[in-house]
């Protein structure tokens, strides 16, 4: 069992930047793949960016390549979404998510991950 709990999410200016953290439970941590997905009012729940287990894999929607940056520090375990450039149509509830095997065919569907934070908001005004 792993929980995981968001936070960082705020209001921002467009051209601002968030620093987004996922904290998880358990001893287990860097045996799981993390993602960042996010919902928009109105909108189904898409993929964000994931990285694998030791933070060799990385992989980002094509709406945010160049401005998202994700991470993990396992150590602590922690996973990270730094995003700059932030613009209103990144507006949306943000949740990370942990799964415990890596695909690189389904990396971005979210019924292949196993566990799910609660989510932070994250506004940006234009």
């Known amino acids: 069992q792993v929980q995981l709990v968001e936070s960082g999410g705020g209001l921002v200016q467009a051209g601002g930047s968030l620093r987004l953290s996922c904290a998880a439970s358990?001893?287990?941590?860097?045996?799981?793949?993390m993602g960042w997905f996010r919902q928009a009012p109105g909108k189904e729940r898409e993929f964000v960016s994931l990285?694998?287990?030791?933070?060799?894999?990385?992989y980002y929607t094509d709406s945010v390549k160049g401005r998202f940056t994700i991470s993990r520090d396992n150590a602590k375990n922690t996973m990270y979404l730094q995003m700059n450039s932030l613009k209103p149509e990144d507006t949306a509830i943000y949740y990370c998510a942990a799964r415990a095997s890596f695909s690189s065919r389904t990396y971005s569907e979210s019924r292949e991950y196993d566990y799910w934070g609660q989510g932070t908001q994250v506004t940006v005004s234009s």
């Open positions: 990285i694998s287990q030791a933070a060799l894999i990385k």
């Open positions: 358990g001893r287990t941590f860097g045996t799981y793949a």
